[in-house]
């Protein structure tokens, strides 16, 4: 019933020494800050993003209710991704069950939204009280024309990272190479996989990819069309945007498929022009290879130019840094860029090796932040008095308190932050939040002094 998590790469799972690292796959301790969520939100962050698809999920309204369209993808065509639909389980599905339930709800979604695909999520309840989604959706699936793919990600599996494993093995088993067409290599292709589409980062990449001659076969699963997935195995290479997430996916698709792999960022103007660059080699074309190092020349200096007047104003600001996935390390250097420093850097939701990164990434001099509770980062605010603090919007209300300028780089943004063009915006966002006149009206005291009163 559930995906066998000894074929998952939880290698990450063993603890590291360091201190602050990462405890991947396994479960907050009371108190610590519920970033890493559970499996079955890991699940619906990888597949949620498929615009053409309708997600389905079986449980208690709240599991639909409380997370839905909380990660701010965005779609250029169809909008059906982001209709919450769920059975609604009640007490009387607990008792008696709520596979009917499943199999009529799944029959009118395709009925009145005709969608390419059901993807249909397992909860802690419907797991517990033993509703078969494989069966239902099997049984469905023979009366419908469309692939009905149940997806086992009951949340007590573990941690949002095992979700986000269990959505890689569904794609890899139940949709990649599942289409008709041909199955040739397209040249100078790729898949961009763990790119989400927040707030429309890939909009930002995909202008350097077309100006370059190189085609975006599809995005795992931003912005992503079911059809697109399915051909996904006629890509000539994997980019490996959030490692944390979809490394198993990669892994597979380079042994069933030939499909090379390497890891990326777009975030920051050298992680940008430093993937670009390897993307052409990994493509061994030696023409594009030279078109690709004349280019990111080109949109550097044109970059650079035009966030100097932003960087002016930033230069010598202290901030922290607690983020996850890519930006645990691509966010160190995007910050050097525009001359902030970093006082203390932290992750929750990162593999080892991201880590790492941004250790070395980092000054000696920076703070690992070990203790994650609310209680741990007053604490650190309290001692360190930055001047920004960038991070994830579970951490805004903590900043708010303490009347420090915020900014949100996860996946509540509204402003797209990838590619050169998202470095320009990176910036002005940057800018507009430490310069703002709200934070020296803040830490005035109050009630004021007599005789500072207003008239």
């Known amino acids: 019933?559930?995906?066998?998590?000894?074929?998952?790469?939880?290698?990450?799972?063993?603890?590291?020494?360091?201190?602050g690292s990462p405890k991947l796959c396994m479960k907050a301790l009371p108190g610590e800050g519920a970033e890493r969520s559970c499996a079955?939100?890991?699940?619906?962050?990888?597949?949620?993003?498929?615009?053409?698809?309708?997600?389905?999920?079986?449980?208690?309204?709240?599991?639909?209710?409380n997370s839905w369209d909380n990660r701010g993808a965005r779609s250029s065509g169809s909008q059906l991704f982001r209709r919450g639909l769920t059975t609604d389980i009640m007490e009387n599905d607990v008792i008696y069950g709520g596979e009917q339930k499943l199999k009529e709800s799944i029959l009118e979604i395709a009925l009145r939204h005709n969608p390419k695909a059901i993807f249909v999520y397992a909860t802690c309840v419907s797991s517990l009280i033993g509703d078969d989604i494989d069966k239902i959706c099997k049984e469905a699936e023979a009366v419908?024309?469309?692939?009905?793919?149940?997806?086992?990600?009951?949340?007590?599996?573990?941690?949002?990272?095992?979700?986000?494993?269990?959505?890689?093995?569904?794609l890899f088993d139940r949709v990649i190479g599942s289409g008709e067409g041909s199955d040739e290599k397209i040249p100078l292709s790729i898949n961009l996989i763990g790119e989400y589409n927040i707030a429309g980062d890939i909009w930002g990449i995909l202008p350097d990819l077309k100006n370059l001659g190189i085609t975006l076969q599809t995005a795992i699963t931003g912005d992503a069309k079911f059809d697109d997935l399915r051909s996904a195995h006629r890509a000539s290479l994997n980019v490996l945007i959030c490692s944390k997430s979809l490394t198993n996916l990669v892994r597979k698709m380079e042994i069933r498929y030939g499909i090379p792999f390497m890891e990326g960022s777009f975030y920051g103007i050298h992680d940008t022009s430093e993937t670009l660059i390897n993307i052409a080699k990994a493509l061994k074309d030696p023409d594009l290879l030279e078109r690709t190092l004349v280019y990111v020349q080109k949109r550097e200096d044109e970059t650079r130019k035009t966030i100097a007047g932003y960087k002016k104003l930033l230069e010598n600001k202290q901030a922290i840094l607690f983020t996850g996935g890519v930006k645990t390390w691509s966010m160190v250097s995007t910050l050097a860029e525009l001359g902030i420093n970093i006082l203390a850097g932290g992750t929750q939701n990162s593999t080892p090796e991201d880590f790492q990164r941004m250790k070395e990434l980092m000054?000696?001099?920076?703070?690992?932040?070990e203790d994650t509770s609310s209680a741990g980062f007053l604490k650190i605010i309290a001692e360190k008095k930055p001047d920004l603090i960038v991070a994830g919007?579970?951490?805004?209300?903590l900043a708010h308190k303490t009347r420090t300028p915020f900014l949100d780089i996860n996946h509540g943004r509204k402003l797209p932050y990838a590619g050169y063009e998202g470095m320009v915006t990176?910036?002005?966002?940057?800018?507009?939040?430490?310069?703002?006149?709200?934070?020296?009206?803040?830490?005035?005291?109050?009630?004021?002094?007599?005789?500072?009163?207003?008239?």
């Open 393 to 397: 919007g579970k951490t805004k209300y």
């Open 1 to 19: 019933m559930f995906t066998n998590l000894t074929k998952l790469d939880l290698k990450d799972k063993k603890c590291m020494s360091d201190a």
């Open 426 to 455: 990176f910036a002005e966002t940057l800018t507009r939040t430490v310069l703002s006149p709200i934070w020296g009206l803040l830490k005035q005291e109050f009630p004021p002094k007599e005789g500072e009163q207003d008239g």
């Open 144 to 170: 419908l024309t469309i692939p009905v793919i149940a997806v086992n990600c009951p949340g007590f599996l573990g941690d949002k990272n095992i979700g986000n494993r269990i959505a890689g093995e569904v």
């Open 40 to 65: 079955y939100d890991g699940a619906r962050v990888v597949l949620m993003p498929i615009t053409d698809v309708a997600h389905l999920v079986h449980g208690p309204i709240a599991c639909a209710g």
């Open 363 to 369: 000054d000696p001099s920076a703070q690992i932040i």
